[in-house]
């Protein structure tokens, strides 16, 4: 009779994975903790760049928070610095925006509910040929077990990516300032739907958090989007921008309709904190359009009640929306 199959027929998958761990961290040695510098920490943002879409484990997770450890107690001068150093062609606002994008995808990985396409491809074109998995990217038994703790990790990170995406917006908006005219448009606008597309996935992927999680991502997207409509560009006026947010909705909420709610909510909380913009004929036009074609009768500031889990829609009931 043999032993060891016993024991291990009558242990669980967990109890399994906990004693390959631990013999693999026997073979191994006991590893010394290294906390990175700066330059390892972005040169590790940029590694996670490099892996797209794929999956992050707990160990990588986990890795992301130090670096952003690392990252929230150094200068601008020392950031900026060493990130120059690492010779990118990405500025540093954009690796914040596709990580945060990455983030998104990962959470909505977790609920089995991918982000709308019309997010996704945004980011196609930051997508490389597969690279080798460095190693914090192979997954491991120790992994799989500490993966309970993997979505209060990847919500920290969205709200430190989020914090870092509001500083960096701020001090890199000046540079869309340069080229003529036409340039300048193009840039703006091209730059701001990559920024909406960041954003907006960390508000739609939330909607399965707990309220209080919920309340924190849905008022940091918020502060963001209302800061950077209220940015003041030469070449493109504040209800360009608002037209733009508003396409956005149109878009994603005509493949789902189970987002009209969430941009309600949204275009009423920028709404109150910065009322003047329903005074411009094309934002309130815009937004006029966005309620009469997906909540008709809708009455601003009213509560919302969301009616469209408690029953099933037929395609044809909403078709002429596509002929429009």
């Known amino acids: 009779m043999n ?4 024991d291990t027929e009558s ?7 906990r004693d390959k761990t631990s013999a693999d961290s026997g073979n191994q040695g006991t590893p010394r903790y290294h906390k990175p510098n700066l330059t390892e920490s972005l040169q590790f943002i940029l590694q996670v760049l490099d892996q797209g879409t794929t999956t992050l484990n707990s160990r990588s997770v986990k890795q992301l928070l130090t670096s952003f450890e690392v990252i929230g107690s150094s200068s601008d001068y020392e950031i900026y ?8 062609n990405t500025s540093i606002l954009t690796v914040f925006l596709y990580l945060n994008y990455l983030l998104s995808h990962s959470v909505s990985s977790y609920y089995g509910d991918p982000l709308p396409h019309q997010i996704s491809s945004k980011f196609k074109a930051f997508q490389f040929p597969p690279f080798d998995k460095p190693e914090e990217f ?3 038994p120790s992994d799989l077990l500490n993966e309970s703790q993997k979505l209060e990790n990847l919500y920290q990170l969205q709200v430190h990516t989020l914090e870092l995406i509001d500083h960096y917006m701020e001090k ?32 739609i992927c939330c909607k399965d958090y707990i309220q209080s999680k919920k309340s924190r991502i849905e008022q ?19 209800s360009r921008l608002w037209v733009c947010l508003v396409n956005y909705a149109n878009d994603i909420c005509y493949s789902d309709l189970r987002y009209i709610i969430n941009f309600i909510e949204l275009f009423e909380d920028l709404l109150r904190a910065n009322g003047k913009v329903l005074k411009d004929d094309l934002v309130q036009g815009g937004l006029q359009f966005f309620v009469d074609t997906f909540k008709p009768d809708h009455v601003w500031f009213e509560a919302v009640v969301d009616s469209v889990d408690d ?13 429009l």
């Open 3 to 6: 032993t060891e199959s016993v």
């Open 172 to 203: 890199e908006r000046g540079n869309f300032n340069s080229g003529s005219a036409e340039v300048q448009t193009k840039v703006i606008l091209s730059f701001y739907e990559l920024f909406l597309a960041s954003v907006l996935s960390t508000r």
């Open 220 to 238: 940091q997207t918020n502060a963001i989007l209302n800061k950077v409509l209220n940015f003041q560009y030469s070449t493109v006026s504040t």
């Open 138 to 140: 192979v997954t491991t």
């Open 11 to 17: 242990k669980s998958w967990v109890d399994i994975l």
């Open 311 to 323: 029953c099933t829609i037929e395609s044809s009931e909403f078709k002429y929306l596509y002929s």
């Open 81 to 88: 610095s060493n990130y120059n150093e690492l010779r990118t």
